[in-house]
C-alpha cells in the first residue's frame, strides 16, 4: 500500500543521515498522499542504519495504523496538527541538529541577516513559547504541534517553511517529504551562519527591501529565479 509515497519517506529520513541533521534515531519524516487520507511516517525508535522503506508506518489522519507492524513515531501527533492546520505541505520533518537546537533551545529566532536567508525564508525563523506544565504532562506532542500552529497566526507557513520549538528542537515543511528535509537543512545552515555572525557583530538586520528582493526573485509569480522549464 501506497509503496511510492513509503520510498519516498525514507529516502527523505535518510536524507537526515546524509546531510549530518541526525544521529542515532534523533528526528523523522513524515510524506502525505496525493488524496490526503494517508500519512507515512518512521517508526519510532529505529536506527537509521537498521531502517527499511518497507518499515515506513502508513497512518490515517487520525493516527491510527493502517498498514505497519511498527510504532511510528513518538512526533506523529505533532505531524497530524501540522498537515491539520497547513492544508498544502505534503511532507514534515523533525530534527535536533546542532545549531539550529541551539537556537531553539536559547529561545532565540533565526534572523533574517543576509540574503542566503532571504532566498529560502521570507522573514525571521520564529521560535515558539514554551510549552505550559499541562500542555507538557497531557498531550505533549499534540500540543507542541499546537503551540506550532499558534505561533504561525499572524505568520505565512509556506513562506516560513519551518520553526524551532523552544527548548527542543526543528520543525519544518515542504510541498514532499523531500522538500521538509532540504527546509531543514537550509535551516541549520542558516543558524550556523547566524550563530557566527553574532560572535562577530549582534547589529545585523537586513534591510526589507533586500528581503524583498531575494525572496521574490525565487517564489511568487514574478520569480526569475532558474529555468522555467526542468533540467
Known amino acids: 500500500m501506497l509503496e511510492d509515497l513509503k520510498q519516498k519517506v525514507y529516502d527523505a529520513n535518510m536524507m537526515l543521515v546524509k546531510h549530518n541533521l541526525v544521529i542515532f534515531t534523533w528526528g523523522n519524516v513524515s510524506g502525505k498522499s496525493d488524496d490526503g487520507k494517508y500519512i507515512a511516517i518512521k517508526p519510532s525508535g529505529v536506527d537509521y542504519y537498521k531502517l527499511r522503506a518497507e518499515d515506513i508506518v502508513i ?13 511510528p513515531s513518538s512526533d506523529t501527533p505533532t505531524h497530524i496538527e501540522l498537515y491539520k492546520a497547513f492544508p498544502s505541505i505534503k511532507g514534515v520533518c523533525h530534527t535536533h541538529s546542532n545549531y539550529a537546537t541551539s537556537f531553539a533551545q536559547a529561545g532565540k529566532a533565526i534572523e533574517a541577516f543576509g540574503t542566503t536567508h532571504a532566498d529560502y525564508f521570507y522573514g525571521d525563523i520564529p521560535c515558539t513559547r514554551t510549552l505550559t506544565e499541562e500542555e507538557t504532562i497531557s498531550d505533549y506532542e499534540k500540543n507542541t504541534g499546537k503551540v506550532i500552529v499558534e505561533t504561525f497566526n ?67 509569480k514574478n520569480a526569475y529565479y532558474g529555468q522555467k522549464v526542468s533540467i
Open 59 to 71: 497512518l490515517d489522519t487520525n493516527g491510527n495504523i493502517v498498514e505497519g507492524n511498527l510504532n
Open 154 to 220: 499572524d505568520i505565512d507557513y509556506e513562506q516560513i517553511p519551518g520553526v524551532l520549538v523552544k527548548q527542543h528542537g526543528v520543525f519544518s515543511w515542504g510541498n514532499s517529504p523531500y522538500k521538509s528535509v532540504y527546509n531543514a537543512v537550509v535551516m541549520e545552515e542558516l543558524a550556523k551562519m547566524n550563530y557566527q555572525t553574532l560572535m562577530l557583530n549582534d547589529l545585523n538586520n537586513l534591510p526589507q527591501y533586500t528581503l524583498d528582493k531575494h525572496y521574490l526573485r525565487k517564489h511568487g
